[in-house]
């Protein structure tokens, strides 16, 4: 059984609207959860790590919250722009293996 | 600051041909090292990872192989190619006690 879902699969979106990407995990015991921006053709890059006792962290435009309790992680994307379009990867305690993540298209 | 590469960027090899993609990091010492596969439209595959120089951990079972011969140095080979084996592969990195993954620009092999 997979210990980190990730969900919708993919989504589309027009350019400038907000978004909400999804990430369940059952790991235990949990240290951080991640998220990472894999671009088409290009390694994943890391956009926030969570840890623990944070509920909230903001880089740009992007806003990840977690919930410890619920075992629940968001990333939330504002104001979309085309180059937002990428695949959407949640790592939880520093797995080496990465899910197929969220797709995320930005269509203008 | 440190700094991944991988080479080459793109190979186009006949089935049966051997296999030979090169991976350093320079920077850092003693990094922990790892050889991801991905298939159009799917998520990333760990195929190898290494914590030292000649130690391998394999994750999957089939015709690839790596090598650690130095400690910035990763090798991923095979000795005959198969279609299969098509795929854009990744080179990545991170430091004991540090999970963040670093990438490197990917290798993108087409096995005809």
């Known amino acids: 059984k997979n210990q980190v879902e990730q969900s919708p699969q993919s989504l589309i979106i027009l350019e400038g609207k907000n978004c909400t990407l999804q990430c369940n995990y059952t790991v235990s015991p949990f240290s951080n959860l991640r998220w990472y921006k894999q671009d088409t053709g290009r390694g994943p890059v890391s956009l926030t790590i969570?840890?623990?006792?944070?509920n909230t962290k903001s880089n740009g435009r992007y806003t990840a919250t977690l919930d410890a309790d619920t075992k629940q992680s968001s990333l939330h994307i504002t104001a979309s722009q085309l180059s937002d379009s990428a695949s959407y990867i949640c790592?939880?305690?520093?797995?080496?293996?990465f899910g197929a993540g969220t797709r995320l298209t930005v269509k203008p | 600051s440190q700094t991944i590469h991988q080479w080459p960027a793109t190979l186009v090899q006949p089935v049966g041909s051997p296999l030979s993609l090169e991976c350093t990091v320079e920077?850092?010492?003693?990094?922990?090292l790892y050889w991801y596969r991905q298939a159009a439209g799917r998520g990333l595959q760990l195929l190898f990872y290494?914590?030292?120089?000649?130690?391998i951990s394999s994750e999957v079972p089939q015709n690839l192989s790596a090598s650690r011969p130095q400690d910035r140095q990763f090798i991923l080979s095979s000795k005959k190619l198969l279609l299969s084996d098509s795929g854009f592969y990744l080179c990545?990195?991170?430091?004991?006690?540090?999970?963040?993954?670093?990438f490197g620009e990917g290798s993108r092999l087409t096995v005809l």
């Open positions: 990545a990195w991170n430091s004991v006690g540090n999970g963040e993954l670093f």
């Open positions: 969570m840890t623990f006792s944070e």
């Open positions: 790592v939880v305690r520093n797995d080496m293996r």
């Open positions: 290494s914590v030292g120089i000649g130690q």
């Open positions: 920077g850092t010492s003693n990094p922990n």
